[in-house]
């Protein structure tokens, strides 16, 4: 194989890998921070994407303008179900271990009531528009590839996003809250800060980027209501390679995880694919279930 | 009652069910077999689940590849062999398999193993389907030589039994003290001389046999089957559902909750399928937030808590709608002024 081969390869796997890291982030914020297991991620992610196809077909607006609505509606729909289960959920549950078996237990409700209401309304079909899909060319050493447009505004904004996250979680006053509250919740409490309005305002965050990963996706990809699936399984390896709660990890986990599958599957055969992104998942939930980044090893 | 006469009493029970459901083909409709076998399947499986993981609290997502597993045995052997030995050796691969899973597994808690299971499970589900592609060159198998409709409710039926009767039986033993054990303090039982790697592995092992068989036996009903029909996650998903919902420490609720869903299920499934898994989901979210104990909670005590909360609640609306909340804060904010006065 030619060097500009494996280049062409690498530079697919990478755009894969920036959408990967993009669907984790929400749900890295929900479990890294508040030890909620959203099985339900990917079906939110499609009511995002959904809304972006449903504006885009019915009033012809540009999904870029969704971006922020889809982002503002499912953080409302993310503070109202927080209210509604995870409230209660944090006053009755005794300790740590049963708050998070339960949370799982809603989340699968969740799952279940969300991914049902969309295809109860909208019905199975797959759907899908065309937005920007003319192949671009990008000269790499040794040759040109070719990458559809849309994919590659989704690889772009994806770095933004993820980029984003990190500088507030790093530089601003609520991030430092934010990760006070990531390492201690009790301790956070006992400096000042607020985690009663801190805990919804993160879970609708959290809710939101998945939100916007759905609104990015619908652009690139055909959408149904069972393709939150395997989106919410994706997040899980890439938050399980980066570590519970890293932003940068994750990012780093997409990436990577993105370059794997495509080697892979040009080495051995495409429908493989998912078999090697469970055996990645797999090995490294049992050798380092701390993720593949973190230096200090934390309790899990 | 001392414990001597639950044991009575439970077996009683068990001995009535039995009874009435070997009758049941005799005088009721097809259609309404049917619906027993579901409900069968779900007894055996969820009553099994709950007895390792409900009493140990390890959330195993995984029932639904030993289900596949036994499956797909009774698929390859039925041709040559006869249809006991099929569903033992469908209990006894899983098991095997079980095993295996449980060393490299067991080991990690809570979320982590649920999660884990749940991959090995997609990850055995897709190694299947990959190698029937690649070396079988079909993509599902065609079950040719089946049994009576008969003798697979009466084997579904005899696996229920065992799984209900083992739960009532184990957890009066040594070994289903140790699972308790485990389910209350893992440290603490070792400490008190478990040997809780062994315990938890033969309790998993034995979950997985039963779900096996189950499995197993099915697999005839559908005289087709492919990986995505018999790994099909959610018949884990649901197995761990109709047990929390029952109440996964209990005796009886998994089957309570069985017998609920399945008539649920029958019911709304034909007219708005859609409908059926909304109420499931809303089901599991409302259980697991007022009736974390499960449906075999239920007390009247549960309906007084109901009340009073209700109640509560109705008060703090009014009381905020009408301006008392506010009212209050000010002769409390009043009150402390004037302490600081004096």
């Given at each position: 194989?030619?060097?500009s081969?494996?280049?062409?390869?690498?530079?697919?796997g990478?755009i894969?890998?920036?959408?990967?890291?993009?669907?984790?982030?929400?749900?890295?914020?929900q479990?890294?921070?508040?030890?909620?297991?959203?099985?339900?991620?990917?079906?939110?992610?499609?009511?995002?994407?959904f809304?972006?196809?449903?504006?885009?077909?019915?009033?012809?607006?540009?999904?870029?303008?969704?971006?922020?609505?889809?982002?503002?509606?499912?953080?409302?729909?993310?503070?109202?179900?927080?209210?509604?289960?995870?409230r209660?959920?944090?006053?009755t549950?005794?300790?740590?271990?049963?708050?998070?078996?339960?949370?799982?237990?809603?989340?699968?409700?969740?799952?279940?009531?969300?991914?049902?209401?969309?295809?109860?309304?909208?019905?199975g079909?797959?759907?899908g528009y065309?937005?920007?899909?003319?192949?671009?060319?990008i000269?790499?050493?040794?040759?040109?590839?070719?990458?559809?447009?849309?994919?590659?505004?989704?690889?772009?904004?994806?770095?933004?996003f993820?980029?984003?996250?990190i500088?507030?979680?790093?530089q601003?006053?609520?991030?430092?809250?934010?990760?006070?509250?990531?390492?201690?919740?009790?301790?956070?409490?006992?400096?000042?800060?607020?985690?009663?309005?801190?805990?919804?305002?993160?879970?609708?965050?959290?809710?939101?980027?998945s939100?916007v990963?759905?609104c990015?996706?619908?652009m690139?990809?055909?959408?149904?209501?069972?393709m939150?699936?395997?989106?919410?399984?994706?997040?899980l390896?890439?938050?399980?390679?980066?570590?519970?709660?890293?932003?940068?990890?994750?990012?780093?986990?997409g990436?990577?995880?993105?370059?794997?599958e495509?080697?892979?599957?040009?080495f051995?055969?495409?429908?493989?694919?998912?078999?090697?992104?469970?055996?990645?998942?797999?090995?490294?939930?049992?050798?380092?279930?701390?993720?593949?980044?973190?230096?200090?090893?934390?309790k899990? | 009652?001392?414990?001597?006469?639950?044991?009575i009493?439970?077996?009683?029970?068990?001995f009535?069910l039995?009874?009435?459901?070997?009758?049941?083909?005799?005088?009721?409709?097809?259609?309404?077999?049917?619906?027993?076998l579901?409900c069968?399947?779900?007894?055996?499986?969820?009553?099994?689940?709950?007895?390792?993981?409900?009493?140990?609290?390890?959330l195993?997502?995984?029932?639904?590849?030993?289900f596949?597993?036994?499956?797909?045995?009774?698929?390859?052997?039925?041709?040559?062999?006869?249809?006991?030995?099929v569903?033992?050796l469908?209990?006894?691969?899983?098991?095997?398999?079980?095993?295996?899973?449980?060393?490299?597994?067991?080991?990690?808690?809570?979320?982590?193993?649920?999660?884990?299971?749940?991959?090995?499970?997609?990850?055995?589900?897709?190694?299947?389907?990959?190698?029937?592609?690649s070396?079988?060159?079909t993509?599902?198998?065609?079950?040719?030589?089946?049994?009576?409709?008969?003798?697979?409710?009466?084997?579904?039926?005899?696996?229920?039994?065992?799984?209900?009767?083992?739960?009532?039986?184990?957890?009066?033993?040594?070994?289903?003290?140790?699972?308790?054990?485990?389910?209350?303090?893992?440290?603490?039982?070792?400490?008190l001389?478990?040997?809780?790697?062994?315990?938890?592995?033969?309790?998993?092992?034995?979950?997985?046999?039963?779900?096996?068989?189950?499995?197993?036996?099915?697999?005839?009903?559908?005289?087709y089957?492919?990986?995505?029909?018999?790994?099909?996650?959610?018949?884990?998903?649901?197995?761990?559902?109709i047990?929390?919902?029952?109440?996964?420490?209990?005796?009886?609720?998994?089957?309570i909750?069985?017998?609920?869903?399945?008539?649920?299920?029958?019911?709304?499934?034909?007219?708005v399928?859609?409908?059926?898994?909304?109420?499931?989901?809303?089901?599991?979210?409302l259980?697991?937030?007022y009736l974390?104990?499960g449906?075999?909670s239920?007390?009247?005590?549960?309906?007084?808590?109901?009340?009073n909360?209700?109640?509560?609640?109705?008060?703090?609306?009014?009381?905020?709608?009408?301006g008392?909340?506010?009212?209050?804060?000010?002769?409390?904010?009043?009150?402390?002024?004037?302490?600081?006065?004096?």
């Amino acid at each position: 194989m030619s060097f500009s081969a494996w280049l062409e390869l690498i530079a697919s796997g990478l755009i894969t890998g920036g959408i990967y890291a993009l669907v984790a982030l929400g749900l890295n914020l929900q479990y890294g921070l508040m030890r909620i297991l959203n099985i339900a991620h990917g079906e939110f992610l499609m009511v995002g994407a959904f809304l972006t196809w449903m504006v885009q077909t019915s009033f012809g607006l540009s999904p870029l303008w969704m971006i922020p609505v889809s982002f503002a509606l499912l953080m409302g729909l993310g503070i109202a179900i927080h209210w509604l289960c995870f409230r209660r959920l944090t006053a009755t549950s005794p300790n740590l271990d049963v708050f998070e078996a339960r949370g799982l237990m809603v989340a699968f409700g969740l799952m279940f009531l969300v991914q049902n209401v969309i295809s109860y309304v909208w019905g199975g079909d797959l759907r899908g528009y065309d937005f920007l899909t003319q192949p671009v060319q990008i000269p790499l050493p040794g040759g040109e590839a070719q990458f559809a447009a849309n994919k590659l505004l989704v690889f772009a904004l994806a770095l933004v996003f993820a980029g984003a996250l990190i500088v507030l979680l790093r530089q601003t006053l609520l991030g430092k809250g934010v990760r006070a509250l990531m390492q201690s919740p009790i301790g956070a409490q006992l400096v000042g800060i607020d985690t009663k309005r801190l805990h919804p305002l993160m879970f609708g965050i959290g809710l939101g980027l998945s939100g916007v990963a759905g609104c990015l996706l619908s652009m690139a990809y055909t959408i149904s209501p069972s393709m939150g699936e395997p989106y919410t399984v994706t997040a899980l390896i890439v938050i399980t390679l980066g570590g519970f709660g890293s932003m940068g990890g994750a990012l780093a986990g997409g990436l990577l995880l993105g370059v794997i599958e495509a080697v892979g599957m040009h080495f051995t055969n495409p429908s493989l694919k998912a078999l090697l992104s469970y055996v990645v998942f797999i090995s490294v939930l049992l050798l380092r279930p701390e993720g593949l980044f973190t230096r200090k090893s934390r309790k899990a | 009652m001392t414990s001597r006469q639950f044991l009575i009493r439970d077996l009683l029970v068990l001995f009535g069910l039995t009874g009435w459901a070997v009758a049941l083909p005799g005088f009721a409709s097809e259609f309404a077999v049917s619906m027993a076998l579901t409900c069968l399947m779900y007894i055996a499986l969820s009553s099994s689940w709950a007895m390792f993981c409900g009493t140990t609290r390890y959330l195993s997502l995984a029932t639904s590849a030993f289900f596949g597993i036994g499956a797909y045995t009774s698929a390859i052997g039925l041709e040559s062999l006869p249809w006991e030995q099929v569903i033992v050796l469908g209990a006894l691969v899983a098991a095997a398999v079980a095993v295996v899973m449980g060393a490299a597994v067991l080991h990690l808690r809570g979320t982590y193993f649920a999660v884990l299971t749940f991959g090995m499970t997609e990850l055995i589900r897709h190694a299947i389907s990959y190698f029937e592609k690649s070396v079988t060159g079909t993509v599902g198998r065609v079950l040719m030589v089946v049994p009576e409709r008969e003798t697979i409710y009466l084997t579904v039926l005899l696996l229920a039994v065992i799984a209900v009767a083992l739960s009532i039986v184990i957890r009066r033993t040594r070994f289903g003290l140790a699972l308790q054990g485990i389910g209350a303090d893992e440290q603490r039982a070792q400490t008190l001389g478990v040997n809780t790697r062994i315990v938890k592995t033969a309790g998993f092992a034995l979950t997985a046999a039963i779900a096996g068989a189950v499995g197993a036996a099915m697999s005839v009903r559908w005289t087709y089957i492919d990986p995505h029909t018999v790994f099909n996650p959610f018949i884990g998903f649901q197995t761990v559902l109709i047990a929390l919902i029952g109440g996964a420490m209990t005796l009886w609720g998994p089957l309570i909750a069985a017998i609920v869903f399945s008539v649920l299920a029958e019911t709304l499934r034909l007219q708005v399928p859609q409908l059926y898994m909304m109420s499931l989901g809303l089901l599991l979210i409302l259980s697991v937030l007022y009736l974390p104990g499960g449906l075999a909670s239920l007390r009247t005590d549960t309906f007084k808590g109901w009340k009073n909360d209700i109640q509560a609640w109705w008060t703090d609306i009014k009381d905020d709608l009408s301006g008392e909340t506010k009212r209050r804060k000010e002769r409390e904010k009043k009150r402390r002024e004037q302490r600081h006065v004096y």
